[in-house]
């Protein structure tokens, strides 16, 4: 009969570890949660998150340049605030604002989309989709954060586009 032999006891630890890690790897997928529905729903949270965000500013006062709670906000200054509250990176002008993300229509708005004006005033004017036709924005000097919606004339009428800067 012939002796087996077993790994030193030195090594033994190395080769639980190369044996074990694989599959303990493979339980665990790395630490995320696959269930069914990540898989059938693919949409994220963020979106959401953003249009909270800027929800959160109701009533704050139109500051031209401004970018935060404390002073107040331009209509762009609104949504790259509550865009970087979630982690979004936009940039700060709404005519750049205009042109980033995906392109989406008005009726396949989804909350935390910019939506996206032409106006007399400034060129053009940003907000952010909140759900059911409503978005909130900063209008413009002399108002506060409000919640219009997109079914009044005035904004269907300047509307141009919808962008949607957080993936599904």
């Known amino acids: 009969m012939k002796r087996q032999r077993h790994p030193s006891?030195?090594?033994?630890?190395?080769?639980?570890?190369f044996l074990c890690l694989p599959l303990v790897m493979l339980l665990s997928a790395c630490g995320k949660s696959h269930t069914s529905s990540h898989y059938a729903y693919p949409t994220s949270n963020a979106g959401t998150a953003i249009a909270a965000s800027a929800r959160s500013q109701l009533g704050k006062?139109?500051?031209?340049?401004?970018?935060?709670?404390?002073?107040?906000?331009?209509?762009?200054?609104?949504?790259?605030?509550?865009?970087?509250?979630?982690?979004?990176?936009?940039?700060r002008t709404a005519h750049e604002q205009m042109k980033i993300g995906q392109k989406v229509k008005s009726s396949?708005?989804?909350?935390?989309d910019i939506v996206v004006f032409k106006t007399s005033w400034t060129g053009y004017h940003t907000g952010i989709y909140?759900?059911?036709?409503?978005?909130?924005?900063?209008?413009?000097?002399?108002?506060r954060v409000r919640i219009d919606s997109l079914l009044k004339e005035?904004?269907?009428?300047?509307?141009?586009t919808g962008?949607?800067?957080?993936?599904?």
């Open 61 to 91: 006062p139109y500051l031209k340049g401004g970018i935060s709670p404390r002073n107040g906000f331009d209509c762009s200054g609104l949504v790259y605030w509550a865009c970087a509250q979630n982690g979004v990176s936009v940039p």
């Open 163 to 168: 962008r949607r800067v957080v993936l599904p």
């Open 108 to 112: 396949a708005l989804r909350p935390g």
């Open 130 to 143: 909140l759900g059911q036709g409503r978005f909130v924005h900063s209008p413009r000097p002399n108002t």
């Open 9 to 17: 006891p030195l090594l033994r630890p190395i080769l639980h570890l």
């Open 154 to 160: 005035y904004w269907k009428e300047h509307y141009v």
